[in-house]
């Protein structure tokens, strides 16, 4: 539960994190606007990033390992790369890059889904629902 995090923004925010068979992290959240207003998810990494030509994909390599990362949800969702100034006093994060998707414009409930797996997952889609239905052990 993330509700206080941007609680001038956000009427809520929840974040789930799914292990699924062991190769494959489901990370979704779900996002519900005070007002209409511009929903980011990133994912900071060292890794070189290279964004499929949909942009509902990108490949993270580094150290020769290789992490697909797929956006399941929304549909409208599409990544791109930004640099990871920080503002002072914070030190600078050389070779960091920041893989970003944003949703301009929010003014209802939205679900985020993004699934890493390995690069030749063939494994078909999990089905997205919501994570109050989740099963919490």
Known sequence: NL???YKAKLR???RGIALLG???LLV??????????KVAWHFHTAA???IAASGREATLTEGGTSLRVRILAPVAGRFVTKDTPPPPPQSKNPGVSDLVMELAGQKSAE???VLFSTPGDTKSEPVITPLASWDKK
């Open 111 to 113: 679900t985020i889904a």
């Open 48 to 50: 070189a990033v290279k």
């Open 22 to 24: 062991g190769d494959r």
């Open 28 to 37: 979704q959240d779900e996002v519900v606007p005070a007002d209409e207003v």
């Open 3 to 5: 509700d206080k995090a």
């Open 12 to 14: 809520s925010w929840k």
